[in-house]
């Protein structure tokens, strides 16, 4: 049954979707459950609140000196996969642990307003998603939640993507809260362009395809921007990669939602969640002459058979709009919609084809996604507005400084891994752990081997000093004995009994 959760709805866009679930073999029962939190963290007048929704699963919580372990939810509808299998899961063993999973506000079911229209928007923003959190937290510790089983407990929180940031700023929000925390492929640094997305993206095609698959796209881009200036060559165009409708040639505003949503997305979709194997596969695809001769011809074959292309490719920007200014909480489009807010007033992270060093020409500019946020919210939501909050977040936050007590993965092949910590950002209190060929939220899954190198050592590795700091117990584990970059040294260093 919980393979059920492995089938994701091809029509919610990348960035906002649920890392894979783990496989799941527990058999524990979770409960689903809810908390009434404060719409406004930052006003003691404004008393309102909404109920947010929680997974709970207490099959290792014992009598006395039980934790918590938090799965953090992030721009996503919460499953309860993340509490039944994953590295969050494995925590919660090894520590005795409540395992929780916790869904963001305005995401899933939990829902403070009663549409997303951008007056009732105003209340989302990771600052008060983390006075969620914290709410949460002191409620959990409180006698109030299970007869005050967990007043002394300690506080693990494990998150990936914007869900690793939360864990990263949770850390350095409210320390007293959080003893320890793992961000895996989480963005740290606020950035409105965001070029090496496509750059990292480009480099694992080459990495684990080839260079002729980048050729090919290459080619196959200069084609077709070449025939999108005329009626017959959009047509061809439209016709090769099954379009919803005909592009309209010469209309900029189209030819980049093509683009973005049948080309760069679709790549993106492939290397983002990437397993061993997928890139090399599709990339065999891309370059085999025998499907055809011509490079666009291969390429739309390959486009075209992916699940994230289905039914038909949308070409049309004013149908982009019309759907994600639905206010509807149950519109198709309405958590791409939250996301898209967060990213206009928040982060930016526009994943353009600004940079030389990818094959997608200048399709998907950064004036296209200015547009969106106009289009989406209104005139206000501006490129000013943008900036602003940009710098808000970053003062705020700190950018790539890592506050100690955080743990944290980059994975090479994962395209958000330039606006989070690298190696170089490493300190002995926050070690950043570098996987060559992990991809986005690799990590935070279970520690079933996978073919991916280094990935189960720094998953062992992160457990043990994740188990110590909140425990004060070290497990033992075998997994030293392997270095994975000449910055754990530095972390290793710190386990008394190494
Ligand atoms: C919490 O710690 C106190 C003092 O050490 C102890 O008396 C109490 O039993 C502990 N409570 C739980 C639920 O572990
Ligand atoms: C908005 O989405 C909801 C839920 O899918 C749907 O019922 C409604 O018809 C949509 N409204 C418009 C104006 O398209």
């Known amino acids: 049954m919980w393979l059920l959760f492995l089938i994701l709805s091809p029509s919610l866009a990348l960035f906002t979707r649920e890392p894979p679930p783990p496989l799941v073999t527990s058999r524990a029962t979770v409960q689903e459950r809810w908390l009434n939190v404060d719409l406004n963290h930052f006003d003691a007048s404004n008393t309102d609140t909404f109920p947010m929704r929680y997974y709970y699963n207490d099959e290792f ?6 934790n918590i372990v938090i799965f953090v939810g992030g721009e996503w509808a919460i499953h309860p996969g993340w509490v039944s299998a994953g590295l969050a899961y494995e925590l919660g063993n090894r520590t005795s642990s409540a395992v929780i999973y916790t ?5 899933g079911q939990t829902r403070p307003s009663s549409t997303t229209s951008l007056a009732e928007l105003r209340f989302l923003n990771v600052d008060q998603a983390l006075g969620d959190l914290a709410q949460f937290i002191e409620h959990v510790k409180s006698d109030a939640f299970e007869d005050g089983k967990f007043r002394n407990a300690s506080v693990g929180l494990v998150g990936c993507s914007y869900a690793g940031s939360m864990a990263t700023w949770m850390r350095l929000a409210y320390p007293h809260l959080v003893d320890v925390a793992f961000s895996d492929s989480g963005p740290l ?10 750059e990292v993206i480009t480099e694992s095609l080459v990495r684990q395809g080839s260079q002729a698959c980048v050729d090919t796209i290459s080619l196959s881009i200069s084609t077709m921007v070449e025939l999108l200036k005329s009626d017959a060559g959009a047509r061809e165009v439209s016709s090769l990669f099954n379009t919803c409708t005909e592009i309209r040639p010469n209309v900029s505003l189209d030819i980049s939602t093509f683009f ?23 990339c065999q695809t891309i370059t085999n002459s025998a499907i055809s001769t011509v490079p666009m011809e291969r390429l739309a074959a390959w486009v075209t058979n992916r699940t994230w292309t289905q039914p038909c490719i949308e070409p049309r920007y004013e149908e982009v709009v019309r759907k994600h200014t639905n206010l509807s909480y149950d519109a198709p489009d309405a958590t791409m919609r939250l996301w898209t807010y967060q990213t206009c007033v928040e982060y930016g992270w526009y994943q353009t084809t600004s940079s030389t060093r990818q094959p997608f020409l200048s399709t998907v500019p950064l004036e296209y996604f200015h547009q969106m946020c106009k289009d989406f919210f209104s005139n206000d939501t501006n490129v000013e507005l943008l900036r602003s909050g940009i710098k808000r977040t970053n003062l705020l936050f700190g950018g790539m400084r890592l506050p100690d007590h955080v743990l944290s993965v980059a994975g090479g092949i994962d395209p958000w891994s330039p606006m989070g910590p690298n190696i170089t950002h490493s300190t002995p209190l926050a070690p950043v752990y570098f996987i060559p060929d992990a991809s986005h939220c690799m990590a935070v ?29 070290p497990e033992v584990s075998s997994a030293f004995t392997f270095m994975i970059t000449p910055i754990l040294l530095l972390a290793n260093s710190l386990i008394i009994f190494v």
């Not at 640094?189 to 496509?198: K, S």
């Open 103 to 107: 869904e963001h506000r305005y995401y």
């Open 189 to 198: 640094y606020a950035q409105e362009d965001f070029p090496e997305y496509l």
């Open 445 to 473: 899954g279970s520690t079933a081997p996978r073919d991916v190198e280094l990935l189960r050592e720094a998953q062992q590795s992160i457990l043990d000093n994740m188990t110590l700091k909140m425990t004060g117990q």
């Open 260 to 282: 973005w949503y049948g080309i760069t997305e679709t790549f993106a979709e492939l290397v983002q969640y990437a397993d061993p194997g997928d890139i090399t596969a599709a």
């Open 61 to 66: 919580v014992q009598v006395n000196n039980s």
